[in-house]
């Protein structure tokens, strides 16, 4: 479907195109309520801004699009809508950022995040917009007490769109959309937008875990995807322990930065956590006589990071005697640390404590495809992830051992 004819002040053909999966979902599909279960990079995102410019320019308002935070709203507008909009008179459209609103004519549509979504209620439209699907409906609030009254009004066009993020209620409203009268689901994955280049895709492909190539790829709803490590709960079951003869074990350490917390973590060579260490805001040498003592306790191999503020650390370190190797953080090593422990856990090679803070932060840590088909690894903005990486590094150390700095212990 190639091209929009704007007849107003002016003809213009606006650069709205949309690629035959998208026609699909956008047109053939007589449906009021559409759930869509896609891959990365389907192009949802910008078939849903091409679909809202047209409903607005037809009057078809208004519109309500649902995201995840106001930052990725205002990026969508700048990538998504302002290259389609910008071929119009300028007097026809209009952004208001603060207000997170977009008319064109006399038709507008309201842009909101979904942390608050008390803060859309009492308002009605005639079309609905929900973007990033699985990941917004995990609070189902926003479905049961905003979204769904909205829809007794006007009867609106309804899209729920996304990539899978485990079974939670986007995966339950695919399975009634499969069933229920005027509503119809659609999957696709990644594969299915002809504007992407296949020989990328399968590199990305070749480059990520496979419960991550169901999800992300091939829009499977799994069980247990919403976080990057799984088996979590079924390795828990190591206590601390005091040194064994016979054994050797391995120490991975991440410095605190800012807000966030120094970790130490201990494994024994059968991948047993033995002993864990977490302080913040203690004066850096009584940390490194902290860790120092721990390490030489259990005559541990120390992995630590040794990026930015970690350098001169492990420079001390070295001089205080430890066995210890430097580990500099960058998207691509972080990428092979946090795969190793993953692999750790699906084949059952790791066993943790049942520590609360540990276990949150593994169960919260994210993965994110960016742009440019990359894997990123953090934990959520505003959480912490410190317990993750020293868990990782002691991991890493335990199972590539050999690929290390070779180094004796030094009593």
Same mark, same amino acid.
Request: glycine share 8%; proline share 4%.
């Given at each position: 479907?190639?091209? !929009?004819?704007?007849?107003?002040?002016?003809?213009?053909?606006?650069?709205?195109?949309?690629?035959?999966?998208?026609?699909?979902?956008?047109?053939?599909?007589?449906?009021?309520?559409?759930?869509?279960?896609?891959? &990365? &990079?389907?192009?949802?995102?910008?078939?849903?801004?091409?679909?809202?410019?047209?409903?607005?320019?037809?009057?078809?308002?208004?519109?309500?699009?649902? +995201?995840?935070?106001? /930052?990725?709203?205002?990026?969508?507008?700048?990538?998504?809508? !302002?290259?389609?909009?910008?071929?119009?008179?300028?007097?026809?459209?209009?952004?208001?950022?603060?207000?997170? @609103?977009?008319?064109?004519?006399?038709?507008?549509?309201?842009?909101?995040?979904?942390? &608050?979504?008390?803060?859309?209620? %009492?308002?009605?439209?005639?079309?609905?917009? =929900?973007?990033?699907?699985?990941?917004?409906?995990?609070?189902?609030?926003?479905?049961?007490?905003?979204?769904?009254?909205?829809?007794?009004?006007?009867?609106?066009?309804?899209?729920?769109?996304?990539?899978?993020?485990?079974?939670?209620?986007?995966?339950?409203?695919?399975?009634?959309?499969?069933?229920?009268?005027?509503?119809?689901?659609?999957?696709?994955?990644?594969?299915?937008?002809?504007?992407?280049?296949?020989?990328? =895709?399968?590199?990305?492909?070749?480059?990520?875990?496979?419960?991550?190539?169901?999800?992300?790829?091939?829009?499977?709803?799994?069980?247990?995807?919403?976080?990057?490590? &799984?088996?979590?709960?079924?390795?828990? %079951?190591?206590?601390?322990?005091?040194?064994?003869?016979?054994?050797?074990?391995?120490?991975?350490?991440?410095?605190?930065?800012?807000?966030?917390?120094?970790?130490?973590?201990?494994?024994?060579?059968?991948?047993?956590?033995?002993? /864990? +260490?977490?302080?913040?805001?203690?004066?850096?040498?009584?940390?490194?006589?902290?860790?120092?003592?721990?390490?030489?306790?259990?005559?541990?191999?120390?992995?630590?990071?040794?990026?930015?503020?970690?350098?001169?650390?492990?420079?001390?370190?070295?001089?205080?005697?430890?066995?210890?190797?430097?580990?500099?953080?960058?998207? @691509?090593?972080?990428?092979?640390?946090?795969?190793?422990?993953?692999? /750790?856990?699906?084949?059952?090679?790791?066993?943790?404590?049942?520590?609360?803070?540990?276990?949150?932060?593994?169960?919260?840590?994210?993965? @994110?495809?960016?742009?440019?088909?990359?894997?990123?690894?953090?934990?959520?903005?505003?959480?912490?992830?410190? %317990?993750?990486?020293?868990?990782?590094?002691?991991?890493?150390?335990?199972?590539?051992?050999?690929?290390?700095?070779?180094?004796?212990?030094?009593?």
């Amino acid at each position: 479907m190639e091209g !929009m004819a704007y007849r107003g002040q002016a003809d213009v053909t606006l650069p709205i195109y949309y690629h035959p999966a998208q026609i699909k979902i956008y047109f053939e599909s007589k449906a009021k309520r559409k759930v869509i279960a896609k891959g &990365r &990079r389907f192009g949802l995102t910008k078939g849903f801004a091409n679909l809202a410019i047209e409903y607005l320019l037809e009057g078809k308002g208004p519109g309500l699009w649902v +995201d995840t935070i106001n /930052s990725n709203i205002d990026r969508y507008v700048e990538r998504y809508f !302002m290259p389609t909009l910008k071929y119009l008179p300028r007097s026809v459209w209009k952004w208001r950022q603060q207000k997170k @609103e977009l008319t064109i004519g006399n038709s507008k549509l309201d842009l909101r995040s979904a942390d &608050r979504p008390e803060n859309i209620e %009492g308002f009605g439209y005639r079309f609905i917009i =929900l973007n990033e699907a699985g990941i917004i409906l995990r609070n189902e609030y926003l479905w049961h007490n905003t979204i769904q009254p909205m829809m007794l009004d006007y009867n609106p066009d309804v899209y729920i769109g996304g990539t899978p993020k485990g079974k939670g209620l986007f995966h339950r409203l695919a399975t009634m959309a499969r069933e229920k009268e005027n509503w119809e689901f659609f999957h696709f994955t990644s594969f299915d937008n002809p504007f992407l280049s296949r020989e990328e =895709l399968e590199e990305l492909v070749s480059e990520i875990p496979q419960s991550i190539q169901r999800q992300e790829i091939y829009a499977e709803f799994l069980d247990d995807s919403s976080s990057v490590f &799984r088996n979590i709960r079924a390795s828990i %079951g190591a206590e601390p322990r005091q040194v064994e003869a016979g054994r050797t074990y391995y120490a991975g350490l991440d410095l605190a930065r800012l807000q966030d917390y120094t970790w130490l973590i201990i494994l024994d060579d059968r991948g047993i956590m033995v002993y /864990s +260490d977490r302080f913040n805001e203690i004066d850096w040498s009584l940390q490194k006589v902290r860790i120092a003592e721990a390490v030489k306790k259990y005559r541990a191999w120390l992995l630590m990071d040794s990026t930015g503020v970690g350098d001169p650390i492990y420079e001390d370190m070295r001089n205080m005697g430890l066995n210890v190797q430097g580990y500099k953080l960058t998207n @691509e090593t972080k990428k092979q640390l946090i795969q190793a422990l993953m692999m /750790s856990f699906e084949t059952g090679r790791i066993k943790i404590f049942n520590d609360p803070v540990l276990i949150d932060e593994l169960e919260i840590f994210e993965y @994110e495809i960016t742009g440019s088909g990359s894997i990123r690894y953090s934990a959520p903005e505003g959480y912490h992830d410190d %317990g993750v990486i020293a868990l990782a590094l002691a991991n890493w150390a335990c199972r590539n051992i050999s690929a290390m700095q070779p180094f004796i212990w030094r009593p």
